[in-house]
């Protein structure tokens, strides 16, 4: 059998037939979740202020001006597309498809470059099986676009061979990655201290000037406005010269949510859940590469060192920005998946290049490890482990297999006197841990038949490799990567988008001023050519405050009350989303200033309360 296999590996082309299986699978899950996904508050701000910018109505940075939250390219990229192509959600969504399809591409030549092409075809189908990954880069968001500009980074910069031209446009990139998203910013020195290391000091000089160049070029486009980013991010012991940005009286802000430690910690899991083979690669053997006397080859050294200190403080970066500050707690799972395919490489590297000794040291830590992240990914499904269960009673009920649903939940209440809220966390960790432990069994049986064979084996490997293998294999399950369905909508989100903004076409006329209250995105708004809003309301009530300085707030692309009432007197049209009709609009429009048009069709086919409601001013005369 084994020989078997290995003539069957041996076949000059099926690994890349596989792996062209694998992106057949990919683009598939791409097109299908970018047009099921119900567009999202970051999504719509991309692509209509990217489309505003690029068409000249206005700059990046500018005062009174769309508020700037992110760095240009980020807006500016997606903007230019849609020049081409056509404003709306079908460009920005198959314009990530393509970006995640030439990921995938520059994944597997790096690859295939540091560890052949059967390695090549694990990290392609790691992708391909990871609903995760198809779900966030078929959205508009920038992920996709920092995953497929890091990826190429390494596919020109990470080469045993020195080409100067090509190190040198890698290095472009990551000047271009750190213009398009700030928290890209370690990626280019870290680089730039790689490129010394591996490629020597001519090459890093002529890499280090080009991506210098590429960050001061983009700076002085954007001079001065551009500090308000970096205002925000640097501490002010160390840049006063930036303080006056931070001295804007932007009053207090409305979304300041402040979730409880255990919701941290069941974001950090679900972290975990939904990036499961990159991030235990990464955990499990990131600090082998600081071991020098256990690598041969000093490329693969070099390369892993680099890659596991980009990774740790990329990975560092992102859960302080989510886990512990209260801006978006939840998005960790989604932050990762900036850089989560670089891992991949990482894992391979460590495979390809670690000759370590047997070190009771590592036994302990990847036994440790399997059991800790087993019981966390348990303790990450226990709401899906609780439907689960109930949607199973049910389904005996039904059968007639039992005669009512199983009160599992008052039964280890009433027995052993867990309460509901414990026992609900408890036995889906207490599950994790049991897989955990069939692991570190599984993995101990093939390490002494192994050893027994007088092969060279490491207890520690073999764990980690099976728990990349189990996460592999359930990688399209919801216990790992397709536990993210939050913005899955049976049907075309797409196609509803644009016959929503045909009839708002339709009923609202070019050169109206517009207040908007709409769907979270403002993506209908791309539909509307002549037609403005209040450009705050983009980003809907992550710019809006309580108090502040209303000319000051509204210069740098904030709003509170006091503009607001001032808009409401002023605009032509009034759009609101069904779920956002509150009392207060009630008794607004009652003073007989606005009549009320048909609603809009619904902007996904799965939520009646996506439709807009429409009121017009009333003429008078």
Same mark, same amino acid.
């Not at 950090?268 to 955990?283: E, M, P």
């Not at 390809?352 to 036994?367: D, E, H, P």
């Given at each position: 059998?084994?020989?078997?296999?290995?003539?069957?590996?041996?076949?000059?082309?099926?690994?890349?037939?596989?792996?062209?299986?694998?992106?057949?699978? =990919?683009?598939?899950?791409?097109?299908?979740?970018?047009?099921?996904? !119900?567009?999202?508050?970051?999504?719509?701000?991309?692509?209509?202020?990217?489309?505003?910018?690029?068409?000249?109505?206005?700059?990046?940075?500018?005062?009174?001006?769309?508020?700037?939250?992110?760095?240009?390219?980020?807006?500016?990229?997606?903007?230019?597309?849609?020049?081409?192509?056509?404003?709306?959600?079908?460009?920005?969504?198959?314009?990530?498809?393509?970006?995640?399809?030439?990921?995938?591409?520059?994944?597997?030549?790096?690859?295939?470059?540091?560890?052949?092409?059967?390695?090549?075809?694990?990290?392609?189908?790691?992708?391909?099986?990871?609903?995760?990954?198809?779900?966030?880069?078929?959205?508009?968001?920038?992920?996709?676009?920092?995953?497929?500009?890091?990826?190429?980074?390494?596919?020109?910069?990470?080469?045993?061979?020195?080409?100067?031209?090509?190190?040198?446009?890698?290095?472009?990139?990551?000047?271009?990655?750190?213009?398009?998203?700030?928290?890209?910013?370690?990626?280019?020195?870290?680089?730039?201290?790689?490129?010394?290391?591996?490629?020597?000091?001519?090459?890093?000089?002529?890499?280090?000037?080009?991506?210098?160049?590429?960050?001061?070029?983009?700076?002085?486009?954007?001079?001065?406005?551009?500090?308000?980013?970096?205002?925000?991010?640097?501490?002010?012991?160390?840049?006063?010269?930036?303080?006056?940005?931070?001295?804007?009286?932007?009053?207090?802000?409305?979304?300041?949510?402040?979730?409880?430690?255990?919701?941290?910690?069941?974001?950090?899991?679900?972290?975990?859940?939904?990036?499961?083979?990159?991030? !235990?690669?990464?955990?499990?053997?990131?600090?082998?590469?600081?071991?020098?006397?256990?690598?041969?080859?000093?490329?693969?050294?070099?390369?892993?060192?680099?890659?596991?200190?980009?990774?740790?403080?990329?990975?560092?970066?992102?859960?302080?920005?989510?886990?512990?500050?209260?801006?978006?707690?939840?998005?960790?799972?989604?932050?990762?998946?900036?850089?989560?395919?670089?891992?991949?490489?990482?894992?391979?590297?460590?495979?390809?290049?670690?000759?370590?000794?047997?070190?009771?040291?590592?036994?302990?830590?990847?036994?440790?490890?399997?059991?800790?992240?087993?019981?966390?990914?348990?303790?990450?499904? =226990?709401?899906?482990?609780?439907?689960?269960?109930?949607?199973?009673?049910?389904?005996?009920?039904?059968?007639?297999?039992?005669?009512?649903?199983?009160?599992?939940?008052?039964?280890?209440?009433?027995?052993?006197?867990?309460?509901?809220?414990?026992?609900? !966390?408890?036995?889906?960790?207490?599950?994790?841990?049991?897989?955990?432990?069939? !692991?570190?069994?599984?993995?101990?049986?093939?390490?002494?038949?192994?050893?027994?064979?007088?092969?060279?084996?490491?207890?520690?490997?073999?764990?980690?490799?099976?728990?990349?293998?189990?996460?592999?294999?359930?990688?399209?399950?919801?216990?790992?990567?397709?536990?993210?369905?939050?913005?899955?909508?049976?049907?075309?989100?797409?196609?509803?988008?644009?016959?929503?903004?045909?009839?708002?076409?339709?009923?609202?006329?070019?050169?109206?001023?517009? =207040?908007?209250?709409?769907?979270?995105?403002?993506?209908?708004?791309?539909?509307?050519?002549?037609?403005?809003?209040?450009?705050?309301?983009?980003?809907?009530?992550?710019?809006?405050?309580?108090?502040?300085?209303?000319?000051?707030?509204?210069?740098?692309?904030?709003?509170?009350?006091?503009?607001?009432?001032?808009?409401?007197?002023?605009?032509?049209?009034?759009?609101?989303?069904?779920?956002?009709?509150?009392?207060?609009?009630?008794?607004?429009?009652?003073?007989?200033?606005?009549?009320?048009?048909?609603?809009?069709?619904?902007?996904?086919?799965?939520?009646?309360?996506?439709?807009?409601?429409?009121?017009?001013?009333?003429?008078?005369?």
């Amino acid at each position: 059998m084994a020989s078997l296999i290995k003539r069957f590996a041996s076949i000059p082309w099926i690994a890349e037939v596989i792996a062209m299986l694998g992106g057949i699978v =990919y683009l598939i899950q791409l097109i299908r979740f970018a047009t099921m996904q !119900v567009s999202i508050l970051d999504e719509g701000a991309y692509l209509y202020k990217g489309y505003l910018f690029a068409t000249g109505q206005y700059t990046p940075f500018q005062d009174f001006g769309p508020w700037m939250n992110h760095m240009p390219f980020s807006f500016l990229i997606p903007g230019y597309v849609q020049t081409i192509f056509g404003p709306g959600l079908r460009t920005g969504r198959f314009f990530s498809v393509a970006l995640a399809l030439f990921m995938l591409l520059g994944l597997w030549i790096v690859s295939k470059r540091l560890g052949g092409r059967w390695w090549a075809v694990g990290a392609v189908w790691a992708v391909a099986l990871n609903p995760m990954f198809s779900r966030i880069y078929s959205n508009s968001s920038s992920q996709v676009l920092i995953a497929c500009l890091l990826i190429w980074i390494l596919v020109l910069a990470m080469n045993e061979r020195t080409i100067p031209w090509q190190i040198c446009l890698g290095s472009a990139l990551a000047g271009i990655s750190l213009l398009t998203r700030l928290n890209m910013a370690p990626v280019l020195p870290i680089l730039l201290g790689y490129i010394f290391w591996q490629h020597g000091k001519r090459t890093g000089l002529l890499a280090t000037i080009t991506g210098i160049f590429t960050v001061i070029i983009g700076h002085a486009l954007y001079w001065p406005g551009i500090l308000r980013l970096w205002a925000s991010w640097l501490p002010s012991s160390l840049t006063p010269f930036l303080d006056v940005w931070r001295r804007i009286d932007s009053g207090i802000k409305l979304w300041d949510p402040d979730p409880s430690f255990n919701h941290r910690l069941l974001s950090f899991w679900w972290g975990i859940r939904s990036n499961f083979i990159a991030l !235990v690669g990464f955990i499990g053997l990131g600090f082998l590469v600081f071991q020098p006397k256990s690598w041969e080859n000093e490329f693969y050294r070099r390369s892993g060192i680099f890659l596991s200190i980009l990774i740790t403080l990329l990975v560092a970066a992102h859960a302080w920005a989510s886990l512990m500050k209260n801006y978006c707690v939840f998005c960790f799972q989604v932050y990762l998946t900036f850089f989560a395919p670089v891992a991949f490489l990482l894992i391979i590297i460590i495979f390809r290049g670690w000759k370590g000794a047997r070190s009771i040291g590592f036994v302990l830590y990847s036994s440790v490890l399997v059991l800790l992240i087993s019981a966390g990914i348990g303790f990450g499904t =226990y709401r899906d482990f609780g439907r689960a269960l109930i949607e199973f009673s049910r389904f005996l009920k039904k059968g007639g297999i039992i005669a009512r649903r199983i009160p599992l939940w008052n039964f280890l209440e009433n027995r052993f006197g867990l309460p509901y809220e414990t026992s609900k !966390v408890l036995i889906p960790s207490l599950l994790g841990l049991a897989v955990g432990i069939l !692991v570190l069994f599984l993995a101990w049986s093939i390490y002494r038949r192994q050893s027994n064979r007088k092969a060279d084996v490491n207890f520690g490997l073999i764990a980690i490799a099976i728990m990349l293998i189990v996460g592999l294999i359930l990688s399209p399950t919801s216990i790992l990567g397709n536990g993210y369905q939050d913005n899955d909508c049976e049907g075309d989100v797409i196609n509803a988008n644009e016959t929503a903004g045909q009839y708002l076409a339709e009923v609202i006329p070019i050169g109206s001023q517009v =207040y908007w209250q709409g769907t979270d995105s403002a993506v209908p708004m791309l539909y509307l050519p002549g037609v403005s809003l209040y450009l705050p309301q983009i980003d809907q009530d992550y710019t809006y405050s309580l108090g502040g300085n209303s000319q000051e707030m509204l210069r740098i692309g904030l709003w509170n009350d006091e503009l607001a009432e001032g808009w409401k007197l002023e605009a032509d049209f009034v759009v609101i989303a069904e779920q956002k009709y509150t009392s207060a609009w009630e008794i607004f429009f009652k003073s007989g200033q606005f009549e009320e048009l048909p609603k809009s069709p619904s902007l996904a086919p799965c939520r009646d309360e996506s439709r807009l409601r429409i009121f017009r001013r009333r003429i008078t005369t």
